[in-house]
């Protein structure tokens, strides 16, 4: 649902979000960890990554206070 895509990048290429999630849900920080080349589509994921939150809390038996994610977007075929 927080997915609003414009320009593709070319075939082969994606962009990688790495968001750290907090332990109870929430995005405390998500930035552009590979590029796609598309300025659109690298946008595009990055609020598709921050607008996805809130997120279950991390369960009680998580040791660590934070958790990254890599989110990968890429054109399927």
Do not use: N, Y
Not at 7 to 22: M, R
Not at 59 to 73: D, M, Q, R
Request: glycine content about 12%; cysteine-free; proline content about 6%.
């Amino acid at each position: 649902r927080s997915w609003k895509a414009t320009a593709a990048p070319q075939a082969g290429k994606k962009a990688v979000v790495i968001s750290t999630i907090t332990r109870d849900g929430k995005v405390m920080e998500a930035k552009i960890g590979t590029a796609s080349g598309s300025e659109g589509w690298d946008k595009a994921a990055l609020q598709a990554g921050k607008g996805a939150a809130p997120f279950p809390p991390l369960p009680k038996s998580w040791a660590g206070t934070s958790l990254e994610v890599h989110w990968h977007f890429a054109l399927g075929g």
